[in-house]
């Protein structure tokens, strides 16, 4: 994913991210992923990428509301393959589309009858179609994340600016995706929020997350957005999850 | 207002997603979906056919939405019976093929009076807070629709003084027998002004648009439903480089939008420094924009700011369709604004005192400005202009 | 006229119908037999001596009051099809193409004292306080008109009420002016008065077609600088109401007739010259300089739209 709007307020954070990267640990393992993807950081949600035209706000507002499961409306992570194991020398590329049956891109559609739910009608549902039920809180990642001083030194904090950078920049109108990639225990080691549908990971931060408890378990959520609010009836959505195991090349 | 809004949606968007959940649990079957139009809980709805995540449309409660007014609607939008000399009917002036206007600078009346502004497009006209160009006080497509029918300056559809002229020759319509019947079951005298103009309402309200490239790639989450050019032209629109996104943000690419689950509704409306005449200020009479309604100075040159979907269809631009392509237009929000070097309309509408703030100019290479077109063409809805429900049912049934 | 309209006034004429010799004219005199000045006597009749004294409460202390209005221009009766000389400030010749007015709020005055007329709902031209008065039918160039007339005003007073004045106001209130006009009741529901820009109705509309001119002078008076409210769907106020308060002394109901002159009103325009800028005539145009001409002989202050009470000179007592 290419950003080429990057807040100028993030480029405080750009910077000294390379210089922090070997004496912060954990933490910066998502401040190198930050710089090497020309990505911005939000001192909110210190694990989190963003990228161009997203914000705090839009995933604030997408952390706090209660995921709806539409297996018509998730995001599939098409790369890499579940259950793939491969060393860090290898490219690694989370890509990821919304279902073909999304009913935003059947044209056949309207040439029928006013029936929103027809064109889901007769396709295989990519995870098994439950009634459409209310997930658990999607906060506590994030929750953990934003919170994690201990993780993530006070000091850093201070370097960075405090407002934030993306409140009064462009609003999100669209679909905006959070990806997520936890260690074996659950902890979120690497989240993207973005505009994009793929996120490559550069050879430090494929380094980075080797080290943590495998395999890696990613999914994407996501909803729909109008002026930084999630539309009535635009998700979130959570997609399924698949696992991929990173492993040190000897 | 900003954090305003976003605490109100906030909530809004939580209620709903409990709502969403409880209704669609409902419909977890196999089987096709219920009839168009469900009531429950106090309240009839109307499935739209929107794809998730696009909210309804507002709906008057006194002008429930059903197939049937729908369908009736449709075939008065494009019946010329609707002009007292029956030359004329809103397609004549809302032609599908081009998003609904008509390709001209300016309109024409039945009678042959040229109207001083454009025809605008009707796609999603149901989320508009205020209709036409330029007038607060039009709020509803209801008591809009009076407006062509009966005006008299200028002259559009001719039937002022004529009601009952046009009742009674849509009674004598045996298709409308039925279609008025099945629209208005409850009432005893279905030809009425009211029947008409909510029908007609109810049709416009179908007049949707998501189905453009654009909203493949940003809403329904295909990536490959746009080329890397258009994708980058996205980015520069939505950019505080271009301002673009201010008046024409949202999912409807206008500030002028409210839907069902709106808690705040605001009019907008915006100077875009189109002119200065004699550097006073005033845009050329008779489009002096919400000036003619309120006769503020303040108001002088704003109008409101129309949806951009299908805007690669809807040329020429501008209230009074004095720009002829898209790049013109690029150029005149570039520049901050327009100078009208000579003849009656003179002025540097850059220097309007009423100018937006967002029209501070940008400057765009050659590369940046395909992007943008190519963006703006994104949003061109094949679906919407061929959409058989759209249709003219008189020659196509 | 539309058929909702047509059949309640049919039965309004035999209410009210008491000697008017074509059979749509309304006109009736007061049933008031009290002397100059106007006190009226308590007979309990309505419209005249006709069998509409059945819709008056009677002995019950009210008392029928008929007002009789007249068009005119330039002192001359107006009538569709006819042309009128001497109009303006260029004396021009022209042919009235309508000739409607509403007025709402009757009172009758006494020094300080003032009696609200109640009016009949008759159905037609009257509702809660307001009345159409129609003085075209729909002959000659009068096409967007309808072919029935309505020249008076009628309802109840208190019995034995002394006036010598009148006071009304030339338009309509606020709340009916901005009623859903395709399901307004009548007289709301003419659509040759509709005034959709602004959410209400024509007040007044007189439009001429001068000699030699090539578009129509119209005179259409409403409410402007109106707001709307896009949750409600509704209008929620008007910064320019534009409506004239009309006062006229010397007035009994039985004897005299108040005359309304369109020649009085367009005093001061020059037909001859091309119109000064806004619509052709004048369509409540704050900035229109034939609406300024015309406001000012209606007694409105066409800055604030509000009334200049007793500046009027369009209305007199005959």
Known sequence: MIDHLTPPTRLVRRLVAPALASVLGFAAVHLVAACVDHESTSPEFPGVIFGAQTNDDALRTLLETLPVEDPTQAAYLTSPMTGIAQPTTLPLTFKWRVGPSSSWNGRERREGRFTARDSLAGRAPLVAPAGPTLLPHAAPHARRASTADSRFPAWLHDLAPVSVAHAHGSPINGRAYFLVVTDANGEPVYQVFTLGFENVLGESTREELALVPQPLRASVLNAVFDNDAIIPGGGPWRGPAIDVTLTIAP | ?397 | MNGKVLAPLLSALVLVACGGEDGTDTTASSSSTGAAGGTTAGTGGAGGSGPAASTSTGGGGSEAITLTFAAEVGGQPFACGTSFDGLGASKSKAELLDFRLYVHDVRLLDGKDEVPVTLEQDGVWQLEKLALLDFEDKKGKCANGTTEKNLTVRGTIPAGVKYDGVRFKLGVPFELNHSDASTAPSPLNLSGLFWNWQGGRKFLRIDAMAEGAMKAFNLHVGSTGCDGDPASGGVTACTSPNVATIELAGFDAAKNTIVVDYAAMVAAVDFAKPDGGGASGCMGGKTDPECAQIFDKLGIDIATGSPKVGAQTAFKVK
Request: proline share 7%; hydrophobic share 35%; aromatic share 8%.
């Open chain 2, 1 to 397: 207002m900003r954090d305003l809004h976003r605490d109100v949606n906030g909530r809004r968007a939580l209620t709903v997603a409990l709502a969403i959940g409880a209704l669609a649990a409902c419909g977890g079957d196999s089987t096709e979906p219920p009839p168009t139009t469900t009531t429950s809980g106090g309240g009839t709805t109307f499935d739209f056919g929107l794809p998730p995540g696009v909210p309804k449309p507002r709906v008057p409660a006194d002008n429930p939405m059903t197939p049937e007014k729908v369908e009736l609607g449709r075939h008065l939008f494009h019946d010329t019976r609707l002009s007292l000399n029956e030359t004329q009917s809103c397609a004549s002036c809302h032609l599908q093929g081009k998003a609904f206007t008509d390709g001209r600078a300016t309109s024409v009346g039945s009678t042959g009076d040229a109207t001083p502004r454009g025809s605008m497009s009707l796609a999603n006209v149901g989320y508009l807070t205020t209709l036409t160009w330029a007038n607060p006080v039009l709020v509803a497509l209801e008591d809009q629709a009076l407006v062509p029918m009966f005006g008299e300056d200028p002259v559009e559809l001719g039937l002022s003084g004529n009601e009952q002229t046009l009742l009674d020759r849509l009674a004598a319509d045996p298709r409308y027998a039925t279609l008025f019947a099945a629209a208005y079951p409850d009432e005893a005298e279905p030809f009425s002004l009211a029947s008409v103009v909510r029908a007609i309402a109810s049709f416009e309200r179908t007049i949707l648009s998501f189905s453009s490239p654009y909203d493949r790639y940003a809403y329904g989450g295909d990536p490959d439903a746009l080329d890397a050019s258009a994708k980058r032209g996205r980015d520069l629109f939505f950019s505080e480089e271009l301002e673009c996104f201010h008046c024409h943000g949202g999912f409807n690419f206008s500030d002028s939008t409210a839907h069902d689950g709106t808690a705040i509704i605001e009019t907008m409306f915006h100077n875009t420094g189109l002119y200065n005449v004699g550097g006073t200020g005033a845009y050329p009479e008779p489009n002096t924009g919400v000036f003619a309604i309120t006769g503020l100075a303040s108001d002088m040159g704003r109008f409101r700011a129309p949806t951009l979907r299908n805007v690669a269809l809807t040329a020429p631009y501008m209230h009074d369709g004095s720009m002829a392509t898209l790049d013109e237009v690029l150029d005149h929000y570039a520049a901050g604004g327009r100078n009208v070097a000579s003849g009656p309309n003179a002025g540097d509408g850059r220097l309007n005192p009423n100018k937006s703030e967002f029209l501070h100019g940008f400057a765009l290479t050659q590369t940046q400005r395909a992007d943008v077109i190519a963006f703006l063409e994104s949003l061109t809805d094949t679906d919407l202009t061929e959409r058989k429900r759209l249709s003219d049912p008189w020659t196509t049934p």
